[in-house]
């Protein structure tokens, strides 16, 4: 895309891009990277999947450019702030320290241009399973991967028949009664924190489900992920707030969906 063509925005927020996996769509995320211009990114948690490194190495050359791509952006003067999650929850260790330009905290308050404040956490503090029985967050994240696995043979027979990408994992997470309660419960969680912080909203990640509604007066925002979704939260010169569909936009080469109408100031 030529200089001309490169999408500008006031701000960037991406989270759960889970670098070291199978399931990580770096190719469509650097196509994302690569056509955005903005002044601020914020790196919403799980970044890097430390977990599942763990258990075994897988770092594609894909997966090194992300990281060469976010690195160059703040070498350019871009303000990186990387707000680590549960799966990247070492680099908390590092809160306050700059790596190659990219700051990281362990969350941040974020105004928009119309002056809006948001609270930014990628909101695994929220998740009581994650905080209260963490072997069952790993047994969780096993049959996660298991369910992602299926994900990419899927889309793989869908290229073939010249189908765009689809989501079998997501799909199946809407349709399950005990996650769908899951997701509400943490919505609510996260709006209360936010409510407690006096802010007018929060944006943050972990449950890979982009969302853009108010929550008792509170504008929850979810900015998705780049497993399932392929989604971002973007910040337009005015303020205004959208969450971009990249998987749709890249499969019709066309601008991309919004999911939920802008929040008004």
Partial sequence: MSEAGLRRYRSVFISDVHLGTRGCQAALLLDFIRNLECDTLYLVGDIVDGWKMRSGWYWPQAHND?????????????SVIYVPGNHDEVIRDFCGVHFGGVVVARDAIHETADGRRFLVTHGDEFDAVVRHAKWLALLGD??????LASNTLINRVRRRLGFGYWSFSAFAKTRVKKALQFIENFEQAVADEARRRGVDGVICGHIHKAEMRDIGGIAYINDGDWVESCTALVEHPDGRLEILEWAKAAARSAQPDVLAAPLAA
């Fill in 142 to 147: 096993w049959a996660y991967g298991a369910l």
């Fill in 66 to 78: 992300v990281v060469q791509k976010l690195l160059r952006l703040a070498r350019r003067g871009v």
